[in-house]
């Protein structure tokens, strides 16, 4: 169905000094033949003039929502391109209870060593790091065999006292931590996972809110005991790995209840941070395609990443809680994990497309202030074909797109909205310099738009920072590449 395009008052907002109204005409294409995904709107069936508000929401900033992850051995080899590129957090892990208490009550501390030393560099450089605790040793496993599962309730003044111990010997400098992630993705069930999984596997199919009330139960015993030792440091929820949406299948997505679990459970005061995960998953057909927003467990909610976020601030919100959420593991990977059809993942397709989603990921996380996207992992080759950097650790055009937007949004705030409809745009500014930066896209590879050259642009870049050359007025707006402009103001 065509939907008209109709016009919409401009906005003017003072702060950005904006003398002119934002004009857009949009073309449409051929549509591709996506099956049963269908485009978010309808496009016109002929060019229309459609005028654009710039929405002004002017959020207390983060220090910065650029984010990587290090695999534990690997920060010597990436500390400096992690540094380069502008990231501001460092999630990093996992210091393993099972390998410094194997055995109750006799604690190899040495076994820290070669982790101290990976995240002194990581603070040495001037990033954040967010430090994983989990695995739990056979003689606390609720769950014999599974090291990434539950702890016996009799056991748990052990971790909380462990927790307190790690968390004094990590405080004070060269490695001031101060943000501390307990278990990972603890909404898993063990059945479907390894014993030593690196997932957290406290889920339980026999609870209706899937083993939250256990989760809750050892956050009140290592939130007091975390404060005791550093007061001002901040408790990460185990990032959730939250599969799908109970609406979608209440059986199917049960896992998706852990979270209330928790809050049923009285969880709420013992964790500062909420944490998700988010990936999108590539596949070579259909080109040009928002594997985000389509991805059919969450389309319903705006996609993956805006999805999982709507859905857990709906289940805050009901239990009348508020907290800041991170998504602390994500990026665009492989669809499929190994077989001859893995090799499709291989030949460069995907990585273009990641350095196209990396702009889309941080400009979305940055206006709905998640205070931080931290992408799965720096270290390549990563996993399904994930990471940042390739096996000889130097730079895919994901790792590129990544430093030219940290390091050119360095400062700037968040100023306000430019979408309508398949567009897509943000709007940020930097006071000290007096710039201000238009990014948009297209959310359909089959419509276009044309805008009309901003008073005081200074350069127009693509995802990668290249300056894209201006031959006439208007700038066109498709889904590759991303348009990124920048403009002087007063």
Sequence with gaps: MSIRRTSLPALLVSSLALSSVLGFSHSVGT??????????????ASPSTLYLPLVNNRFPPPPSVFGVEINRGQVAATISQAADAGAYWVR???????????????????????????????????????????????????IPGYYCGSIKDEYLDEFASFVQQVVDRFKVAPYQVKYWEIYNEPDVHPEIVEPNSGYGCWGNLNDEYYGGGDYATMLRYVYPAIKQADPSAQVIFGGLLLVCDPAISPDYCKAAKFLEGVLRNGGAPYFDILAYHSYPYWFPDPPNYEWDLQQWLWNHRRGVFLGKLDYLREILTSY????????????????????????????????????NYIVRLYARAWSNNVIGAVWYTLDGPGWRAGGLLDNNQQPRPAYNAFKFLA???????????????????????????????YIYWSNDSAVTFNLQKPAGTLAVYNQLGEKITLVTDPIIISFDPITIIEISTP
């Design 320 to 355: 009348n809680v508020q907290k800041p959420i991170m998504m602390n593991e994500g990026g665009m990977v492989c669809g499929w994990n190994g077989g001859s059809d893995y090799q499709r993942c291989l030949d460069g397709t995907l990585y273009v497309t990641q350095a």
């Design 92 to 142: 990093y892990g996992s210091i393993l209870w099972n390998e410094v208490e194997a055995v109750q009550g006799n604690f190899n501390w040495n076994a820290l060593d070669g982790m101290a030393s990976e995240i002194e560099m990581i603070r040495a450089n001037g990033m954040e790091p967010m430090v994983i605790i989990r695995g739990t040793p056979t003689w606390a496993q609720k």
């Design 407 to 437: 390091n050119l949004l360095r400062e700037a705030k968040y100023a306000g909205q430019l979408s309508s409809g398949t567009l897509e745009g943000y709007a940020f500014s930097n006071d000290k310099t007096h710039r201000t930066y």
């Design 31 to 44: 549509q591709s033949n996506l099956g049963n995904a269908q485009p978010a709107i309808a496009a016109a």
